[in-house]
């Protein structure tokens, strides 16, 4: 009987880059971690069969295959019927660590209002820290493209946020 060993490369960069990665998921599906995990797991996957033929540096090929893997299925989730979310009940009372998980919500939620490319450009430049040129390398943009969608999402966001406080009282 044979075991089966994945290739050892690889399995260190998933072993040392996957929580990483997760962590942009995370953002790209606007703070759906259900999602996330599935939407690393299909583009670890789908990596995996070509990693031998990616020249360079695997995480930033891995890092546009989510940001292109979650437009994807931005794209899907439109055309299904909504759901109806639950009213809230009541605002939750803020204290001690809550506030900043509470922080961190409204920030996945407000990413998540935004279009899909939008928000892979905001994720990139601030979450993942790079540059102007390789968030449009990952994306296969212009560096003017992001930066505009960066000017825009910035200040979309920052609306998108001031509203939530002023509906807070």
């Not at 929580?19 to 759906?32: E, H, I, P, Q, S």
């Not at 990139?124 to 493209?145: H, K």
């Given at each position: 009987m044979s075991t089966i060993r994945?290739?050892?490369e690889f399995a260190d960069f998933v072993a040392h880059r996957s929580?990483?990665?997760?962590?942009?998921?995370?953002?790209?599906?606007?703070?759906?971690r259900a999602a996330a995990e599935d939407l690393l797991q299909d583009v670890l996957e789908r990596v995996y069969g070509k990693h031998r033929r990616i020249r360079g540096?695997?995480?930033?090929?891995?890092?546009?295959?989510?940001?292109?893997?979650?437009?994807n299925r931005w794209r899907t989730r439109s055309r299904r019927v909504a759901e109806a979310?639950?009213?809230?009940?009541?605002e939750p009372g803020i204290g001690g660590h809550e506030g900043a998980v509470v922080d961190r919500d409204r920030v996945a939620r407000a990413l998540g209002a935004l279009p899909a490319r939008m928000r892979a450009v905001l994720?990139?430049?601030?979450?993942?820290?790079?540059?102007?040129?390789?968030?449009?390398?990952?994306?296969?943009?212009?560096?003017?493209?992001?930066k505009s969608q960066t000017a825009r999402g910035v200040a979309r966001l920052r609306e998108l946020l001031t509203e939530h406080d002023m509906t807070r009282g």
């Open positions: 994945p290739d050892s929580t990483a990665l997760l962590r942009t998921a995370y953002l790209l599906c606007a703070g759906d540096d695997l995480e930033p090929y891995v890092r546009a295959a989510l940001a292109n893997a979650s437009a979310p639950l009213e809230r009940a009541g994720v990139l430049r601030f979450f993942d820290d790079l540059s102007e040129a390789d968030t449009a390398a990952a994306l296969g943009v212009s560096p003017g493209t992001v």
